[in-house]
DNA sequence: ATCACTGCAAATTATTTGCAACGCA
DNA sequence: TGCGTTGCAAATAATTTGCAGTGAT
């Protein structure tokens, strides 16, 4: 998990978002951001909205929703689907994005990174003149256990 | 678009999986079935429905949907979430399979595929020791005109 | 004849929005 | 003080499900 001090920077990097897009800082929209910054664990919106009431009762599912989107804006967090029909959340890692191995029986997630396949990424965006500016890379199967 | 006999060939295949698994064949699921496999533009359900009512208004959306299901299972159709809340549903093309970059701003979708990625991805998988049967690769950035 | 399938309408689920009260700057 | 923000409840929107009637084998 995140060291304390790195959810702080991030925090920092948020607070001069939202001045630059007048937005104002509130209890509510730094409890939820230091939840999701502060796990990678891939939340799923119900937990982040838990353990946010958790920590403290007075937030809503709206604002729960409405600060996910401020940090996606941000840059500071990743959206992603996974086929489930749940919308995950994690801190976007900035020096290197890591994608994910998941398993369609048990649902684990698996995390992993090839600069290999990264470089040939960009190479293809170049290629077809995109500015790329961030993507998803998924593979489904079964993990060791299910198999 | 694919020929007439490459859909045939996979409403043959749709038959033998339906048989296998107790389904009966019926006209809507035949319908269904040949409007998404004779069209790889990455169909929203909404587009299937009103393509297959053009062709006979007999059709419901519960049965489309439950159409695109079995032909998923049949392992015919890919699933795809691209983040704005829509479903999209192509045929799975089964040599080789293909990638998207998407535009952000207008939507537009253009495929790529990369024998050097495919390879490194199997590698990966082998290495976590899952035994992979699907995967998405999505780039999401800004197409040329829209930069 | 049997048991799967269909369409419709109602239910479900994730997410968004309207609005009056509230709280930063 | 003023305008952005909040939580709640209601509204949306995509998908699923219950069920009585229909159809394939």
Redesign the interface.
């Known amino acids: 998990m995140p060291s304390q001090s790195s959810v702080d920077a991030k925090i920092e990097q948020l607070l001069t978002y939202m001045r630059s897009a007048g937005l104002k800082r509130t209890r509510q929209r730094e409890l939820v951001a230091r939840v999701v910054l502060g796990d990678n664990q891939h939340a799923k919106v119900e937990e982040i909205y838990a353990a946010a009431r958790r920590i403290d009762p007075r937030v809503g599912y709206s604002t729960v929703y409405r600060t996910l989107r401020i940090l996606k804006d941000a840059g500071l967090v990743v959206?992603l689907?996974f086929?489930d029909g749940l919308t995950r959340y994690e801190p976007e890692l900035g020096e290197h994005h890591h994608d994910h191995?998941i398993?369609?029986s048990c649902r684990k997630i698996?995390e992993?990174e090839?600069e290999?396949?990264e470089a040939?990424?960009a190479e293809?965006?170049r290629e077809?003149?995109?500015?790329?500016?961030?993507?998803?890379?998924?593979?489904?199967?079964?993990?060791?256990d299910c198999?």
């Open positions: 959206e689907q086929g191995l398993c369609t698996v992993f090839s290999e396949i040939r990424q293809i965006a077809h003149g995109f500015r790329v500016d961030s993507h998803k890379h998924e593979l489904y199967g079964l993990c060791p198999q």
